[in-house]
């Protein structure tokens, strides 16, 4: 993906990309439900996949919106930090 791409905000009901993070929402591979990914620019695997709200038919995923987006972000950015401290933590006491 080339920086320009990475740098265009996409808000769609399943994809939304913007402040470096894009989120996509997919199928639970386990059960019948939905997950999100959240993905940091840049990077091919996502840093974080939790369980996605299903939508008011009970079969579709709930359509991403601004605020469940800006959620996402602080909540896998704030994972990605602990993370970083843990394994920083950990190399320190080797």
Known sequence: ???EQQD???RQPRLWRDN???AQVI???DDDGWAVAMTPDGQAE???VGPWTMGRDKKNPKP??????????KTA???VRRSEQQLHAALHRT
């Open 27 to 29: 199928k639970n591979e």
């Open 1 to 3: 993906m080339s920086d």
């Open 77 to 79: 950015s704030e994972f």
């Open 8 to 10: 265009e905000s996409i």
């Open 20 to 22: 470096g993070w894009t």
């Open 46 to 48: 996502p840093a974080l």
């Open 64 to 73: 991403l919106d601004t605020a469940a987006f800006q959620t996402l972000v």
